[in-house]
């Protein structure tokens, strides 16, 4: 299927690794222009580097630390400036610190606010009007299986991610008409170093191994395994295809089944 994605110009945050990488790498091969970028220069290089070469396709990177205006701006400015627009916006930020509520003073949920909400919304600030004037957008929050089934331990992440999620319901409405979609993609436990980490937090926080609870976690998926980025990739892929002008508004997971909800 030809996802009508070649000629289109897309920004990718916290593209480095991970989800965001995965995200990067299968637009790219799409044949879509990017600008990708992430806090650690290094990585980002490597990443712009690799996907370059994989794709043939022009791949550009700004270090910027979305949890910052200037970050923010850094990279709304770098792919303006590189590819002119910006069709296919991703916000995708790394996930805030795990633990109880007791865990987060305000200045944590300050921080998390910045990152995981502002980041969103500020960007789309930034790419709204030219996506509707040009009658074309696409714009894909990458958030979590938390805003339909909050996860243990991560206080921080189920409430802010839940709030980009009714931003992002709300804006689909208002944009529609112009052409342009707003969904969410919530990723599962996919084999990522997020997961990892919180794996680890979760094997201190109760005197067990890390081993351990992945395959308690891995018990708990109908399909008995981690998802792979590249697969929670594909479908960001298509929500940012010509195929999917007709779908906006949705909260769409790439869990294996870990959801129990019926929507």
Excluded at 32 to 46: E, H, W
Excluded at 206 to 235: C, N, T
Aim: glycine share 8%; with cysteine.
């Amino acid at each position: 299927m030809d996802l009508g994605l070649r000629g289109k110009a897309a920004l990718v945050t916290a593209a480095s690794r991970g989800l965001g990488r995965a995200i990067a790498e299968t637009l790219a091969a799409e044949g879509a222009s990017l600008v990708i970028c992430a806090r650690g220069a290094d990585a980002l290089d490597q990443a712009r580097a690799a996907i370059a070469e994989r794709t043939g396709v022009e791949v550009d990177s700004i270090v910027a630390d979305l949890a910052t205006e200037d970050g923010i701006a850094r990279a709304w400015q770098h792919a303006r400036d590189r590819l002119g627009r910006v069709d296919v916006l991703v916000t995708n930020a790394g996930g805030p610190p795990s633990g109880p509520f007791e865990n987060h003073d305000w200045s944590a949920w300050q921080h998390a606010v910045e990152l995981t909400l502002r980041s969103a919304v500020e960007l789309t600030r930034l790419v709204l009007p030219g996506m509707k004037e040009r009658q074309w957008g696409r714009i894909l929050n990458v958030t979590s299986i938390a805003v339909k089934q909050p996860v243990d331990g991560l206080m921080l992440s189920n409430s802010l991610r839940a709030a980009v999620t009714g931003f992002a319901r709300t804006l689909a409405n208002e944009v529609a008409r112009y052409g342009v979609t707003v969904n969410n993609i919530l990723p599962g436990y996919t084999r990522t170093e997020r997961v990892e980490q919180l794996n680890a937090a979760t094997a201190a926080r109760e005197g067990i191994s890390a081993e351990e609870v992945s395959r308690r976690i891995e018990a708990q998926i109908p399909m008995r395994r981690l998802g792979e980025p590249h697969e929670f990739a594909a479908l960001a892929a298509f929500l940012a295809s010509e195929q999917a002008a007709y779908i906006t508004g949705q909260s769409i997971a790439v869990d294996g089944g870990w959801i129990r909800a019926l929507l």
